[in-house]
């Protein structure tokens, strides 16, 4: 079911529950290309959550955070984003009533158990007009809402696999998190959550 639990933030509630594996071989297939990363915040602390990404990438070093075309290794581009995570970030934009959502990055974020992510507004893309289309796989997690302000009340809102959440409008710039993954075992994604972050970076 659909769920507005903000102004522009909508949970669609099991929108992709039953295309688990599709989507688990389409982050196989990235990862195969980009490995999983912990990256290093501009403050020089390492991230518990492992990163690896398509389409426009992210990289966070001394200089801050940015998105990028290509690989600063290489020099190649990175991968393209698979179809089907095109397909679903369009459709859970249009049922959740943002119209037609063409994203040109894809974040995908893996929680081990004890893995967090701090309290932060996403502000790095150049378009805030354009939603973002987040999907959880695997182990549960609560998620922190809060407000356009690092000090405004958080609420907790749980996230299963296969809920997808759609932010855009009034909720694009609010502060959020993920709470520290409980241990436990899911029979498809295994002993830890995958999150999906499908955005209009550049
Ligand atoms: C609310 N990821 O990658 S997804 C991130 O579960 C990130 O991995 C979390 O925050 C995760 O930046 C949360 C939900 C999400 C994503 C972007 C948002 C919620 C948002 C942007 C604005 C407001
Ligand atoms: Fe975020």
């Known amino acids: 079911w659909r769920e507005e639990i903000a102004p522009g933030a909508v949970v669609l509630h099991g929108f992709v529950r039953d295309h688990g594996p599709e989507l688990l071989a389409a982050v196989r297939s990235v990862v195969a290309q980009v490995p999983w990363r912990h990256l290093t915040t501009p403050g020089g602390y390492t991230m518990s959550v492992a990163m690896s990404w398509c389409g426009n990438g992210w990289t966070s070093d001394s200089r801050g955070y940015r998105y990028a075309e290509r690989d600063a290794g290489s020099g190649r581009r990175w991968p393209a984003i698979p179809p089907i995570l095109l397909a679903l970030a369009d459709e859970a934009a249009l049922q959740a009533g943002f119209g037609h959502f063409t994203p040109d990055s894809c974040l995908i974020n893996r929680y081990d158990p004890g893995s967090k992510l701090s309290l932060h507004q996403d502000k790095d893309e150049r378009d805030f007009?354009?939603?973002?289309?987040?999907?959880?796989?695997?182990?549960p997690a609560v998620f922190q809402f809060g407000g356009l302000q690092r000090s405004d009340r958080a609420r907790r809102i749980p996230l299963a696999h296969g809920d997808v959440v759609v932010w855009g409008g009034p909720s694009r710039l609010c502060f959020h998190g993920i709470l520290p993954v409980k241990e436990g075992y899911h029979s498809l994604v295994g002993s830890h959550r995958i999150n999906i972050t499908l955005r209009k970076a550049l």
Do not use: D, E
């Open 129 to 139: 007009g354009a939603p973002i289309v987040s999907v959880s796989l695997g182990l």
